[in-house]
């Protein structure tokens, strides 16, 4: 029993990451409608920054001068990448078809990745100081890691931010009002152009925290983002476009069926969560808690 609690606690673990990938990927898809393939590059560059600063720069500080400034400066360059990428090659394609948005997001993503290539070269980068310091504590039985629960306690919170920002501020209404009719909200006097770049850089800078989170576990290699990016556009699919609700079901379903996966049918473990993406496609094509 106690084996199944601590898979469960995993599960929230990968569910952190999880969520907060695929809440910037939400932000995007819902408020812009770009279906945003270099959301995984993104993730990528604040892995191999945070890798960096920890591993190089940072190296030797505290701990709290370790995780503050490689969060941040992790998020803050992802942001900028993101916005500067909404400015140069995703504004021209509002009003083009999916097929040109893929297109211009996949190239993105290439030029992202022989960019981190060219900067970081090919090797891996490895910062795992933060995850031995903070070291493990005693549950049900069993040692578990402190760091584990800090990735939770850091993506609960960005959760919450995310929320209070969308439900509680005016730029958060009026996030919502372009996601819901974006000619009645151009019509109000809504800068939709100024918005759509924040909203790019606030889900590009989501996705800088989650690469940034991984790397005390997990070293930064090129093509990091690409699993992650598959799991975020299942819990898009799983819990709906544009739903806090959504994501975050869809996130917990996808960090449990992984940690449960790993244990007991590693095989089947990705293949199983398109199974229940499409069963879920199938009875309820919206999402979970997607708009119909």
């Known amino acids: 029993m106690e084996q199944i609690l601590i898979y469960?606690?995993?599960?929230?673990?990968?569910?952190?990451?999880?969520?907060?990938t695929s809440l910037g990927l939400n932000i995007i898809l819902g408020v812009m409608g770009i279906l945003n393939l270099a959301h995984g590059a993104l993730y990528a560059i604040g892995a191999f920054v945070a890798a960096w600063l920890i591993g190089s720069l940072l190296a030797g500080a505290s701990l709290f001068l370790i995780l503050a400034g490689g969060l941040v400066i992790a998020i803050g360059i992802a942001g900028a990448c993101g916005l500067l990428m909404e400015i140069?090659?995703?504004?021209?394609?509002?009003?083009?078809?999916?097929?040109?948005?893929?297109?211009?997001t996949f190239g993105t993503m290439l030029a992202?990745?022989?960019?981190?290539?060219?900067?970081?070269?090919?090797?891996?980068?490895?910062?795992?100081?933060?995850?031995?310091?903070?070291?493990?504590?005693?549950?049900?039985?069993?040692?578990?890691?402190?760091?584990?629960?800090?990735?939770?306690?850091?993506?609960?919170?960005?959760?919450i931010g995310v929320w209070a920002l969308l439900s509680k501020t005016k730029l958060g209404i009026m996030l919502r009002a372009i996601s819901m009719d974006r000619e009645m909200a151009t019509a109000m006097g809504i800068r939709i152009r100024w918005l759509n770049t924040m909203a790019f850089?606030?889900?590009?800078?989501?996705?800088?925290?989650?690469?940034?989170?991984?790397?005390?576990?997990t070293p930064a290699t090129l093509g990091i983002g690409m699993d992650p990016l598959i799991r975020a556009f299942i819990v898009v699919v799983i819990g709906g476009l544009g739903s806090l609700r959504g994501a975050l079901l869809g996130s917990f379903i996808v960090g449990e069926t992984r940690s449960f996966g790993v244990a007991y049918f590693p095989e089947i473990e990705l293949p199983l969560l398109f199974i229940v993406a499409v069963v879920i496609l199938v009875v309820k094509p919206e999402g979970l808690f997607g708009n119909k």
Not at 8 to 20: A, D, K, Q, R
Not at 146 to 156: D, R
Not at 211 to 217: E, F, H, S, V
């Open 112 to 159: 992202i990745e022989g960019l981190l290539q060219m900067i970081f070269g090919g090797q891996a980068y490895y910062a795992s100081s933060p995850f031995v310091s903070m070291g493990s504590i005693e549950i049900f039985g069993s040692v578990y890691p402190i760091y584990f629960v800090f990735v939770m306690l850091v993506s609960f919170g960005a959760g």
């Open 8 to 20: 469960i606690l995993n599960g929230l673990y990968f569910t952190s990451f999880v969520f907060l």
């Open 201 to 217: 850089a606030l889900g590009a800078g989501l996705a800088g925290l989650a690469g940034a989170l991984i790397i005390p576990t």
């Open 88 to 104: 140069s090659f995703i504004r021209p394609m509002y009003n083009r078809t999916l097929e040109y948005q893929l297109l211009i």
